[in-house]
T-cell receptor, first 113, second 115 residues
Framework: AQSVTQPDIHITVSEGASLELRCNYS??????LFWYVQSPGQGLQLLLK??????LVQGIKGFEAEFKRSQSSFNLRKPSVHWSDAAEYFC???????????FGTGTRLKVLA | DAGVIQSPRHEVTEMGQEVTLRCKPI?????LFWYRQTMMRGLELLIY????????DSGMPEDRFSAKMPNASFSTLKIQPSEPRDSAVYFC?????????????FGEGSRLTVL
């Protein structure tokens, strides 16, 4: 069965510091992988997605993620965090041919000024 | 372009009352999803529709929950009777089938509190 694990519930970084949010998935074949961001009181917005091709994916707001099949990981990175990046981040996995995307439990990011 | 529109944004009701949540998907999208978000269980898929037809409702928690999509531009999620454990944020999302990876577009959610 598909599953997604985000091991970090909370992460705090200083503004300008680099960021890496971890995501591990379980799926037999190559999955669809997504990162979404949710600001307080808002819906989820897609940051980036991966299905095939280049394993380093660029997204919006300066985010990128790298698909590592050997580690079953799809970690999200940003070289320099801005205060406006404070939000909750969700990793999601989906199987080809289905819309049953599974979301991780989320990582809440706090940014210190 | 308008995104996914949900109403009401907030609903407070008493146990036993009927609750109806509404969703207008993005025009032209042919998939519609209802998710529930709680602290304990995270984001759960309740049901999804394709071309107004329910495809998978295995996530609907029990018979008190029902969802309909009478046309391509409107869907409802109804809870009758409501219980305190139904308190959550309910999200509607829509998507367009096509080649490649399909993105979900989420509404801002309906926060339900059942007293």
């Amino acid at each position: 069965a598909q599953s997604v694990t985000q091991p970090d519930i909370h992460i705090t970084v200083s503004e300008g510091a680099s960021l890496e949010l971890r995501c591990n998935y379980s799926y037999g074949a190559t999955p669809y992988l997504f990162w979404y961001v949710q600001s307080p009181g808002q819906g989820l917005q897609l940051l980036l997605k991966y299905f095939s091709g280049d394993t380093l994916v660029q997204g919006i707001k300066g985010f990128e993620a790298e698909f590592k099949r050997s580690q079953s990981s799809f970690n999200l990175r940003k070289p320099s965090v801005h205060w406006s990046d404070a939000a909750e981040y969700f990793c999601a996995v989906g199987a080809s041919g289905t819309y049953k995307y599974i979301f991780g439990t989320g990582t809440r990011l706090k940014v210190l000024a | 372009d308008a995104g996914v529109i949900q109403s009401p944004r907030h609903e407070v009701t008493e146990m036993g009352q009927e609750v109806t949540l509404r969703c207008k998907p993005i025009s032209g999208h042919d998939y519609l999803f209802w998710y529930r978000q709680t602290m304990m269980r995270g984001l759960e898929l309740l049901i999804y529709f394709n071309n107004n037809v329910p495809i998978d409702d295995s996530g609907m928690p029990e018979d008190r929950f029902s969802a309909k999509m009478p046309n391509a531009s409107f869907s409802t999620l109804k809870i009758q009777p409501s219980e305190p454990r139904d308190s959550a944020v309910y999200f509607c999302a829509s998507s367009l089938q096509g080649t490649g990876v399909r993105e979900l577009f989420f509404g801002e959610g309906s926060r339900l509190t059942v007293l």
